[in-house]
Structures are given as structure tokens and as C-alpha cells.
């Protein structure tokens, strides 16, 4: 979730979220600053090659895989567009797991990435703030008062965001779990000191792990007391500075009601409530990243009421004032009553999230036009008949920093060239590049900046894993979270069927491909794990045979993370983004790339959408069905049976599957995975000349897709905040330091 504090141009936003993927900080560091010759330069003078020590660094990986990597996208954006702003999160101490490959399956290992020290963060003790849990609810006289809480300290860590060459320096904090030192040792435990410092680990567990799934909601306590500690640390910290800054420090506004007879106090109370709503509304808004439905958060009530007593019953309260109001709009409608409120029944009594999210906010959006579409017709239709201005659209984008600069200094120069510099703060530029769609020097300079991001990566994974590749082959690649919804399976059907087709007729004329699929799956998702497997035996089976010699390979490319993404996404050629139409929310795997100079072939989902009217039509591969035929086909009922007895090549790839063909010692191996298929038909590029063309206007149309445009649309719309005028100051000249009183400027005194 997002807000602002106050509105227009004192305005801080801050930024919560339970996932930052930062991946490493050095080189963003570097360029960022506009340090990056100098340093290069200076540790060649030393005989170091930067490259390699860039790579000891490990990847910050707080994140799952879009949505935590969208958190870090936009602090660089917000950053280098001089808005004061903050992001807040949890400090975990393992980030996403390590995945190896032992056998064809996928094996887990922790992330310890504070193992060897974090250079990039700094403790501060002197801010550290307590987070209550459990106890109960007492009647007193002045009220109600949440008692017997058990404490957790939370610990604050500063991370410097650098914005891009602006003299701008933001915070990421990340909040620790401490236990209090009197922890355990105050009433039950007194006597046994010893288990009472070992259960210390009870309390300091909150901050131990990042939750491994990807769009799937797995209702666990512990994931549950997180949440919690991340947003009660936060807004204690925000209102700590937001009194700083207008008050000096003052008595709360409790303490002076507190001071009235009981009466008068019952009245106030009913207004200060009153008020406080109002003022939740116009601070908070809400951002949808699914409608999965397996996905949203719906926590029972039972462990909301343990956990949170006091809180549920403020939900209880603010849930009944809600379902007034609607009941006063639509009269007699029950099953309208029922649909919105924010307490489901029925089974397991559970609070639905994004309800009270919606009626809690001032906004309300999806992350690209399609989804923001199925958030506001479908999803929450109700919510929108009721507040229709409430909702709107920010379609997601990615920072150009670390995705062209950073990760294609190749391509990044070749487009300076052509028209300059400046794109890299305004990417809308890009258009520019239009002018060169028929120009054979720069066709030829940027297919060869291609092929020498293919021969790097190709010495990668020989270097790595001892895989050889062709680098004049295709690189055909699928790289994002394991999940079925987006169709790895799928693609691995088409491999199948690409190899039986040179099985077939090994003669015929066939376009040389490396398929590359990777990814994680969640330790506890049976089927992506399956998917893996199968992967992984086609290519046992395709990458062995004579016959196929050359022309196939199937890779699957191990532990997946940021800083392996910008290895292989300048060195594609053909990026899968083949969704189920109306289930990727945006994507932003297809932005970078989009604006590295890939080919998509993909569904008519997320911001593939826009691509393509970007773009045009004709010159991205789109296929397969469209929301309006997912819907019909819902409807009428999908029958996979049908598919399979029409389409000659998917009944031989699935019988193959299914004889064993892929596991000869195990041949019911697959049998499971089968049942989940659906099928469509693919296009495929052939000419060179012409292919790099549609890449250069791929290119040109990929401005829009800049997280500082979407960063824009959201300081305009919704969070009324203008990006500050960043001047920046002679070097020898004192600059403003930003503290709590001095929101406008944001530049930090920071030790690099
Ligand atoms: C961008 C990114 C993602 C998101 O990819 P999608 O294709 O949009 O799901 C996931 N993981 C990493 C490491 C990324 O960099």
C-alpha cells in the first residue's frame, strides 16, 4: 500500500510494502551518481576488472518476483524524480530462497545474504519503536484499552536511494524484530532465565523470512504478524516525524482528551473516530496487483481476534457504519449487503482485505488498462457503483537505469548516438528512433550490439554451468515465478511438438532455437515443481539427440533473480509473455524486454496489451484467445479432450508425456501435470533484416513503459504531490541536508 501525509507540496509519500527485490547496488550505485567511468577507470588502474567485483555482490532478494520488483523500481524513480519519498518494509534476514537443479528437480537453499555484511545499510537504534501483539480488550473509564499485549521492538535500517544524476539522495527503511530485554522474564517465565533468552527467537522470528509465493495468499500467523509490524512501526515512525516537522514535539491529542469527564468524552470520541476516518481516507490508497482470487487476503477472524483484538473490533465497528451506508443506497438488496461486506460468512469467518482496503482509501487502481478494467466491472463492480471516481488506472513501468543503462551499456550508447542523452530521464523519447526503422547502418549496429550480448551470456552459462550454446541460434526465452497461470506448460508442449516436427522430417529447413525457461516455484506449489521436471527431462531428451543435433536446445536456467535478469534479457530475441488473457495483472518481465530489444510473442494480457498499441499490432507475435473468448469459453465449458482429438502434433506431444517418453524409468512421472494443459497455436519469425526492424520499433515504442511516467501518474492523480526542482549545487558549495523538518528537500548526507 501507498500514501501520502498531507497534501500538495509538503507532502511525503511513503511507500509500504512487504517486498522490495532490490538485487544489487553497487553498479546502480555508480551510474546513478554518474561515477561509473571513473570507478571503471580507477579499478583498471588497479588491474581489477569491475566486472568481476561487481559480481561477488550479493542480490538483495526481499522480493518474490513483479510486484517486489516494481517496489524498486519505483524508489528510483521517486528518487530521480525529486519526490520526498520513503520506502518501508521488513529487513528479512533470508531473502528468496536459492534454487538449485539436483536431478532435474528443484531443491531450495537459504538465502543467508547478510552472511558477509551489508555495506549498503545502516542500523538506527535511536529510532527503534515498539509493535504490540496479542493481550485483550478492557473496559475502562475513559474507554476501551487493548491490555497484556506481548512487545516486539523494531529496529530501523536506512538504505540511501540515489536518484538519477540530480543531486538526490532518498530513504529505504527496513524495520528489524527485537526482542524487549525483559522479554519472557517479567511474570510466567521468572525463575528459568536461560529458556527465557532462548525464546527471545519467538519474538525476533517476525523479521526471519520472506514468504516464498508468488501471487498466492497462504493465511499463516507469522506472515500475519508481519504485515502488522511492518504498517504499526511505520505509521508510529510517520507521525513521529510528521509532529516533528509542525509542531516541534507535542502532547498527543489523546492525552488532552483523556483529560475530559467521562460524558463529554463519549461524544468526543464518536467525532475523533469520525475524523479519523476521514482522515484514513484522504491519506491511504490502495493498489491492486491481482485478481487471482487464490491470491487476495481474506485472514479468519479467529486469528485476527487473537492476535489483534482491539483491531477487530475497530473492523467489527468500521464494517457495520459501511454496510449502513449501502443498505441506506440499495435498499432490501441482501445479497448486495452480503457481496460487500468486509466480514465474509459461511465456513471460516474471514476479513476480505481488499474490501476494507477500498472503503479505506481516497483511490483505488489496477497496474495496467486491462486489469484496471476486471478490477473495476468485475472484481469489485459493487465497490465501483457505489464510488465510481474512486478508480482508476497507473499501468506499470520499469526503471531504464538498471534495465538499459545498467544491464545493455551496449545498446544504451547506440541509442545515445541516434538522439542523445536525454531519454534516460524522459524514455517518451525513444519515438525519436522511429526515424532510423529504415536505416541499414543502424539496423546493423543494433543487431550486432545483439549478438554480442548473445556471445556474453552464451560464455556465461558455459563458464557457470558448462552448457553450450549456439549464440547464432534464437534465443526463444521464458523467464518469471513458476506458476501455471503463466503457461510454462504450455510452452513446453511447443517444444515437444518443435522436436517431433525434426523428428519427423529432419531435412526440412528449421530456424536454429535455444528455448531458456526459468524461474522459481514456491516450495510448496506440487504442480510448478512438476513443471520444473518436465522441463527439465524434455531437455534431457531434446539436447541428446543426433538427429536433432544443433537445432533445438532446452534450458532450464537455474535461481532466477535480478541480477541474472539483466544478463539474459539483453541477449533475447524472442520474449514469452503467453498469460491466460485476464490473469498477469500488468507484467513488467515484458517491459525490459520490450526495451531491450526483444520481439514479444504473446497474449492479449496485462501490458501486453499496450505494447501493442504502442507498437502496433504487427509487430508483436499476439496470439491465442482473447479476455472476451476466456469468458465465452468459461461459459460454455472448457473441454481439453476436444483439443486434444483435433490437433494431431498436441495428442502426439501429450501421449509422449504420458508413455514416458521424457522419463523411461519412471513413465507415469507426468501423469498429474497432464490434466492442467490447454492449448493454442504459435507464429514464427524467419527473416533477419526484417526482424530487426520490428525490434527498432519495438524500441521506439517503449517509452511509455519508463516507471518515471508511471511515477508521474500517480504523484498527479492521486497523490496531489509535485516532483520537486532539484538545483544542483556547485560542488564546493554547502548543500541543504534534508531532516524531519525539511520535507522539500530530500538530498541526505550520506557516507558511500
Ligand atoms: C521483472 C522481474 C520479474 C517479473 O517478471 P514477470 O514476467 O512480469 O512476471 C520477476 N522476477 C525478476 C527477477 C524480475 O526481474
Sequence with gaps: GWFTFLGSREARVYYLSLEFYMGRTLQNTMINLGLQNACDEAIYQLGLDIEELEDIEEDAGLGNGGLGRLAACF???????????????????????????????????????????????????????????????????????????????????????????????????????????????????????????????????????????????????????????????????????????KFGSTESIRTIFESFPDQVNHAFHFLINVLAWDITKRTFAYTNHTVLPEALERWPVDLVEKLLPRHLQIIYEINQRHLDKVAALFPNDIDRLRRMSLIEEGGVKRINMAHLCIIGSHAVNGVAKIHSDIVKTQVFKDFAELEPEKFQNKTNGITPRRWLLLCNPGLAELIAEKIGEDYVKDLSQLIKLHKFVN???????????????????????????????????????????????????????????????????????????????????????????????????????????????????????????????????????????????????????????????????????????????????????????????????????????????????????????????????????FNEALSAFKCCDLVYPQNAKEWTKMVIRNIAASGKFSSDRTIKEYARDIWNVEPSDIKIPPPNEPRDVADDKNPNCTTQQVKL
Design 75 to 245: 524508489l528510483d524513480s521517486m528518487a530521480t524524480l525529486g519526490l520526498a519519498a520513503y520506502g518501508y518494509g521488513i529487513r528479512y534476514e533470508y531473502g528468496i530462497f536459492n534454487q538449485k537443479i539436483r536431478d532435474g528437480w528443484q531443491v531450495e537453499e537459504a538465502d543467508d545474504w547478510l552472511r558477509h555484511g551489508n555495506p549498503w545499510e545502516k542500523a538506527r537504534p535511536e529510532y527503534m519503536l515498539p509493535v504490540h501483539f496479542y493481550g485483550r480488550v478492557e473496559h475502562t473509564k475513559s474507554g476501551l484499552k487493548w491490555v497484556d499485549t506481548q512487545v516486539v521492538l523494531a529496529l530501523p535500517y536506512d538504505t540511501p536511494v540515489p536518484g538519477y544524476m540530480n543531486n538526490t539522495v532518498n530513504t529505504m527503511r527496513l524495520w528489524s524484530a527485537r526482542a524487549p530485554n525483559d522479554f519472557n522474564l517479567r511474570d510466567f517465565n521468572v525463575g528459568d532465565y536461560i529458556q527465557a533468552v532462548l525464546d527471545r527467537n519467538l519474538a525476533e522470528n517476525i523479521s526471519r523470512v520472506l514468504y516464498p509465493n508468488d501471487n498466492f495468499f497462504e493465511g499463516k500467523e507469522l506472515r500475519l504478524k508481519q504485515e502488522y509490524f511492518v504498517v504499526a512501526a511505520t505509521l508510529q515512525d510517520v507521525i513521529r516525524r510528521f509532529k516533528a516537522s
Design 439 to 669: 536505416d541499414d547502418i543502424f539496423i546493423r549496429e543494433v543487431s550486432k550490439v545483439k549478438q554480442e550480448n548473445k556471445v556474453k551470456f552464451a560464455q556465461y552459462l558455459e563458464k557457470e554451468y558448462k552448457v553450450k550454446i549456439n549464440p547464432s541460434s534464437m534465443f526463444d526465452v521464458h523467464v518469471k515465478r513458476i506458476h501455471e497461470y503463466k503457461r510454462q506448460l504450455m510452452n513446453c508442449l511447443h517444444i515437444i511438438t518443435m522436436y517431433n516436427r525434426i523428428k519427423r522430417n529432419p531435412m526440412k529447413p528449421f530456424v536454429p532455437r535455444t528455448v531458456i525457461i526459468g524461474g522459481k516455484a514456491a516450495p510448496g506449489y506440487h504442480m510448478a515443481k512438476m513443471i520444473i521436471r518436465l522441463i527439465t527431462a524434455v531437455g534431457h531428451v531434446v539436447n541428446n539427440d543426433p538427429v536433432v543435433g544443433n537445432k533445438l536446445k532446452v534450458i532450464f536456467l537455474e535461481n532466477y533473480r535480478v541480477s541474472l535478469a539483466e544478463k539474459v534479457i539483453p541477449a533475447t530475441d524472442l520474449s514469452e509473455q503467453i498469460s491466460t488473457a485476464g490473469t498477469e495483472a500488468s507484467g513488467t518481465g515484458n517491459m525490459k524486454f520490450m526495451l531491450n530489444g526483444a520481439l514479444t510473442i504473446g497474449t492479449m494480457d496485462g501490458a501486453n496489451v499496450e505494447m501493442a498499441e504502442e507498437a502496433g499490432e504487427e509487430n508483436l507475435f499476439i496470439f491465442g484467445m482473447r479476455i472476451q473468448d476466456v469468458e465465452e469459453l468459461d461459459k460454455k465449458g472448457y473441454n481439453a479432450q476436444e483439443y486434444y482429438d483435433k490437433l494431431p502434433e498436441l495428442k502426439q506431444a501429450i501421449d509422449q508425456i504420458k508413455s514416458g517418453f521424457f522419463s523411461p524409468k519412471q513413465p507415469d512421472l
